[in-house]
Structures are given as structure tokens and as C-alpha cells.
């Protein structure tokens, strides 16, 4: 598309929207920045929109213009870069708490942590991840597992409604009982490349106080933390959503002095029921071998982010993972030869068993296009790679390492723990075959030119 044609009814299209930022003007850097620092893309316009009518005028306008539109919160989960595209960032931030349907509104751009604080005030807890930073409306069309999960599910499962504008610029509602399949799609299809959410309502819980954090082991214990770690979650209650982590803390000032370069395994968790039955079950680790560091503690759920300290400021960052049937001795072996230094600067920051299961595993395949629920473990490896080789280099090594424990991997990803071009190419591996050709089957309903096709890759079924 020529620049000539382009601007032709961009004064139209700025008149309907809160901003138009395009190629050369003193904002574009910045409105097409992404959390994720690894993308670099640059969009043939930037469209900021503040309500659904905006939203509708902006995919019009992308329509008129034969443009791609690839939709954004905060770029922490950025699949396709918006090259050429109109890069649609939505701003309808908000949230109203109903304490006494236990119930929110939540716009989308909004992040978690407006979220959180906002129903903590009422003793309520929303279904957010390990970062209060990421956007609720891309982490909840994902799936969503975070550390009330084993208890009530995924953040999709509690989704009651919600609103989207189609490749029409219409603006719908779904529910399960108004366009039962294309909510039906939205509960852990990714956003399946089928409109433009722009508020959802979901259910709270009564969470205040938790007894959580982590424990810190040397590295030498990786393999007894792990494997006990993998024995002890069998009977755990489902008020406990652990993980089993072994981390490499790089020597940067962000991290505290007495961690700074230094490896640990540890045991990370929220218990979310009586705080004195949290504390006897991490007391049976204290039991076992006295940690290094114990980090855990009751806290008010309002300070979850505690518990992962995930990075908030942008930074290049790889993630990639797979669901796990189960986890092995040789599995643990290899986990800690490709995470642990091995003579020179680590590849991964980070390898992450989180323990699924519970509620997780109690919805339908009618009820949500998100698949694979049965899976127990799902393995998280994060790295940071400030240049492309570096990121060609993590996906080869975590590639590796997927190998040689291919015999605890069913092939089923988690695609909220993927990133880039990566997860397009296992968006498959995400859903069950059925639920993939069903997602196919609504995307060349909804959007048969695929105009919507930088997030997953579900191509229309022809
Ligand atoms: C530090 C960190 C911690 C994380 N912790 C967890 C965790 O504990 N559990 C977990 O499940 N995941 C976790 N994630 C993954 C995270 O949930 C995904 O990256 C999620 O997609 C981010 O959503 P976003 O809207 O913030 O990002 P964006 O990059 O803006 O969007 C992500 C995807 O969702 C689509 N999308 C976003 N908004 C809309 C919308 N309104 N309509 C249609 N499509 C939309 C985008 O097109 C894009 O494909 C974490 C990620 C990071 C970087």
C-alpha cells in the first residue's frame, strides 16, 4: 500500500479514533513498542482506541485499506510483528467490582494489577498469572493459569461474557447464550484471530490472605528438591497451585545483592485456603532439609507478584514450554544439565515445572476451545535474548532439551508459554484436533480473508 493511499481518509479515520500515529511521527517508536523487546515491528499505522466504537471504526478503516490487523494490550505475548499492519492497541482501560455478585467488568488494555487491587478491596480475587503486569484480556483468551488455578481454574473458565468487535466493525456479545460458539472460542482459543475483544466479565473469588512464596535450595539439590517435589504434589490439596523451579539470577543490580549471579532450585507456591495448613505443608519441606532462603509466608493475595518476581521494565525475553505427563529421573537429569551453567553464562533464566490439574481438569470440551486439560505439569523455559542469535541459539537449545525428554512429553503446548513465530508454528499442538477444526471452521465464517492473522495461526478451513 503507497503512503498516498494510505493517508487518503486518515483525517475520517481521526476523527473517529483517540489517536492515528503513523511512520515518521514523533510518537511511532513509541506506540509501536512492545513489552517484549525481541519484536521489532513496524506497523504501516498505529490505531489507539478508547471504546468498541472506536475499535469498530479502526478494523473498518483496515478493511477499506486491504490492511492486516494485528491487535495489541501490552506486547507481552506478541506472535506475528504488525509489519505493514494496523497495529490496534486497545486502551479501553477499567474495571467495576460487584461485591455482591462477586463479578467484574474488565476493559481491555487493562491490566491485572488495576484488577487485582480493584477486588482485593472487596476480600476478592481475580484468576491473574505470576505478573500482575500482563494485560487480563490476552492472558484470559490464552487460558490463564496462575496460582489459584488448581482451585478455580483457568482465568477463561471464568469468563461469564464477552464483548468483541467482528472484521464487520459490529459489535457483539458473547455468552453462552448469545453466539454460545464464538464464546465458546474465545475461552482459550488465543483470540483465534476472530475479532477484537474489547471488555469481558468474570468471576471473583473470595481470596484475601495466602500463605505462599518460595523456598531456596543450592543447585547441588536440584535433583532431590525436584524429584521429591514431583512426588509430593500427588496428594497435595487443590489450595495449592506449586512449581518447581531452577533459576539462574543474573548479576544485575534489580536482583537482590545476595542472589545476584547465583543458581538455587526452588520450590515456589500460593496455598489459598486456611493460612496454618499452608504453613504445615511447606513445614513437611523445612522438615525434610532446611532451605538456604524460606521466602514463604501469609501475605495478602494483593501481593502475588511476590511469589514469581517477574521482570515489569521491557526486556528481550524467549519463552517457549510443553505440557508434561509426567516427570521422570532422566527428565529432571536433563532439565538440570540445560538449565544449570554449564562453564559459561547460562542460556535459560529460567526452567519451570508449574503443577496443573484440579479445576483445570474439570471442564468440558464443549465448554472452551482450551485443550489438554488431563496434563499434570506444564514445563516453562524462559531466556533472555538480546539479539536474533541469541534467540536462534534458545530455540535450538530448548529444542534440545525437548528431545531428550520426549518421553514425558505428550507434544501438547501451552500457548500462553509461547512466543514469536514459535507458537504459530505449534499453534496445532495447542488445541485437540477436533477443537483446531472447529476454531477453522468459525475463523472462515468470521474473517475468511484472515485479516485478523498476527496472533495464532488458525487459517480459515477452506
Ligand atoms: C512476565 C510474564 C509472566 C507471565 N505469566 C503468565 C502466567 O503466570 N500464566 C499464564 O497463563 N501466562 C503468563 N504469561 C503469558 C501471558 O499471559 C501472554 O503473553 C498473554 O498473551 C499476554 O497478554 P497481553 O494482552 O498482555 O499481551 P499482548 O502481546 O498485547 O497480546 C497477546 C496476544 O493476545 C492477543 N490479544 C490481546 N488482546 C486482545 C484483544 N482485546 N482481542 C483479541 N486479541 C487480543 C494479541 O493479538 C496477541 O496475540 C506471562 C508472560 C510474561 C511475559
Redesign the pocket.
Known sequence: MSEATLTDDIDLLRSQVSEVILPGEPAYDAARATWNLSVDQHPAVVVVTRSPEEVSAAVRFAELKNLGV??????????LPADNALLLI?AMRGVRVDPETHTAWVG?GTKWKAVLEEAQKHGLAPLL???SD??A???T??????WLARKYGLACDSVLSFEMVDITGRIMQLSPGSNPALFWAMRGG??AGLG??TSMEIQLYPVSTVYAGNLLYPPEMAHEVMARWAEWVQDVPEELTSAVVIMNFPPLPIVPPELQGKSFVMVRGCYCGDVGRGEELIDSWRAWRRPLMDFFHDMPFVQSDMISQ??VDPIP?G?TGAWMREITHEAIDAIIRYTLPQGGPPTLLFAEIRHAGGAISRVGADEAAFSHRHHPFSLEMVGIIPTPEAHEHFLEHTEGLRAEIAPCLPGDVYI??LEGEEARRRTPSAFSNESYQRLKRLKAAMDPENTFR??LDIPPLI
Open positions: 494485528a491487535v495489541q494490550a501490552t506486547g507481552h505475548g506478541t506472535k486497545t481491555a498469572g505470576s505478573s500482563v494485560g484480556v490476552g492472558f483468551l490464552g487460558g490463564g493459569m496462575g488465543g483470540g477484537v475483544v517477574d521482570p525475553v519463552i500462553n508459554f498476527y496472533g
